[in-house]
């Protein structure tokens, strides 16, 4: 059975005499709800139409309602950890996956 995604904040941190940065990003989860991949750019709204923008404008705010991640280096690749605690990246997963 496959996952699920949504969209997140995700924080870099700069380097040498660059700034910080936040970008919207789709996140990938297994039906556990843990990370098992994240978009490489940051998502942008789109549509064919003025609603339809909208619409995917205000998915991409869905993103401010959870924690901020931020993208940590590990022995063997790479995870997404919560900014304010620093606990592994999780997302609960929806009432449908759960069975």
Known sequence: MSGFWNYRVIYCEGKDNESALYQIHEVEY???GKVTNWSETG???????????????D??????????LKVVRKQRGYELVE???????????P?????
């Open 30 to 32: 297994n039906i556990n």
């Open 43 to 57: 998502a942008a709204p789109f549509g064919h139409t003025i609603e339809e923008l909208q619409a995917d404008s």
């Open 59 to 68: 998915r991409l705010k869905s993103a401010f309602e959870k924690p901020v």
């Open 83 to 93: 900014v304010e605690t620093g606990e592994e990246a999780y997302a609960e997963p």
């Open 95 to 99: 009432t449908a996956l759960k069975g």
